[in-house]
């Protein structure tokens, strides 16, 4: 197993070349890497011949991961649920199945084994990063979730366990092969990269040519100061770096950037954050600020926010005219919810301190 490559990490063509069979083949390789991609399913003796699938099946397998526990909270937009999946060396890693209006769920992606960022509110952070996920460590996490977990979504968001941006190599190929019409085929606006702020990565984000392609930053912050002592990061780049990173990323009708703001009570909702707030996205470009009440771990920095806490903070942001909405938690009981990958068992939590049921 050790000298075999993963089919999941490699595009069709990459795939196809590897296979030294010729370009004759192509019509069977692609059936072949097809079927791997969107359903886990390695047999390419279904599409060639008995000599062919003898010359492949050595060289090459679809690694699905083996999932280790997998729970559901009901919500009344349908179940979030969290599957923890092991890897070939043991480590595991979560994702997360969010159910959305409309029937269209979204898959949340993890593309590290915990992270280096450090943010104070995040559950992943505290254990830092053991290591980088790999192109098919990632995709293999949407075809176990799909072809071994049943689980059915339209659009993927890598704001998982871990900063896409920092494993930038595993994020590409991931894209590459998600986004490849030979396997997933998933539409580029199905997907959003999130990141804590990476100026340098989001230039090369950029650089990789995606037009379509979602991105978020997670913000937090009305300042530099405050956002210093939130996420770490801040302190090598700054919000205006920042901000001009995100303001050279593609514009295009329809596409507004992601501004995620975790509402932490008495840490960042003081009077003037919602004017640090507007002031950024006037640098950054046009954004939808997502409100994400503070989802409290096993070391939390303060309480959950209230609900009149929360509308007030939104009708600020809104009253500076900006697009701004909640982000309701969902599987905070089964520390699924925004910052709590990788945090405690399910169950750890009161879940009845979450009182958001929808997007308002």
């Known amino acids: 197993m050790s000298d075999t490559v993963d089919i999941l990490g490699l595009t069709f063509p990459s795939f196809a070349a590897a296979s030294g069979l010729g370009r004759g083949k192509a019509p069977g390789l692609r059936k072949a890497y097809s079927r791997a991609l969107r359903e886990g399913l390695w ?7 008995r000599a062919d ?9 679809a690694g699905l991961l083996e999932p280790v526990r997998c729970a559901a909270e009901e919500g009344e937009l349908g179940a979030t649920r969290k599957a ?9 890693v979560e994702c997360v199945l969010i159910p959305s209006p409309g029937g269209k769920s979204t898959l949340c992606l993890s593309s590290q084994v915990g992270c280096r960022m450090g943010c104070a509110f995040c559950e992943t952070g505290r254990a830092g990063l053991a290591r980088n ?19 059915d979504f339209k659009n993927v968001v890598f704001m998982g366990m ?45 650089a990789l040519g995606y037009r379509r392609l979602g991105l978020s930053v997670s913000l937090n912050a009305p300042d530099d100061e405050t956002r210093s002592r939130l996420m770490p990061i801040n302190r090598a780049f700054g919000l205006s ?60 920095i303060s309480r959950a926010p209230s609900e009149p806490e929360v509308d007030r903070f939104v009708a600020a942001l809104r009253a500076r005219g900006l697009d701004a909405r909640v982000r309701a938690p969902r599987g905070r009981g089964l ?23 929808t997007l308002r």
């Open 241 to 300: 770096a920042l901000a001009g990173a995100l303001a050279e990323y593609p514009a295009r009708r329809n596409f507004a950037l992601g501004v995620n703001y975790c509402l932490v009570p008495g840490v960042n909702d003081g009077p003037g954050a919602a004017a640090g707030v507007a002031a950024f996205v006037a640098l950054a470009g046009r954004a939808l600020v997502n409100v994400i009440p503070y989802n409290p771990g096993s070391a939390p």
């Open 43 to 49: 047999t390419p003796s279904l599409f060639l011949s």
């Open 335 to 357: 520390m699924a919810a925004c910052g709590q990958l990788g945090g405690a068992s399910p169950g750890a939590l009161d879940q009845a301190s979450s009182s958001f049921s």
């Open 162 to 206: 871990g900063e896409p941006l920092d494993n930038f190599g595993g994020l590409s190929g991931a894209l590459a092969v998600l986004l490849g019409q030979e396997g997933p085929g998933l539409a580029q606006e199905r997907v959003t990269v999130c990141t804590a702020g990476l100026p340098d990565g989001i230039a090369r984000l950029k």
């Open 53 to 61: 699938a003898e010359s492949l099946l050595p060289r090459f397998r």
């Open 84 to 92: 923890s999946l092991r890897l070939s060396d043991g480590a595991t």
């Open 133 to 151: 996920l790999s192109v098919a460590e990632i995709v293999s996490q949407a075809v176990t979730a799909r072809a071994s977990l049943g689980w």
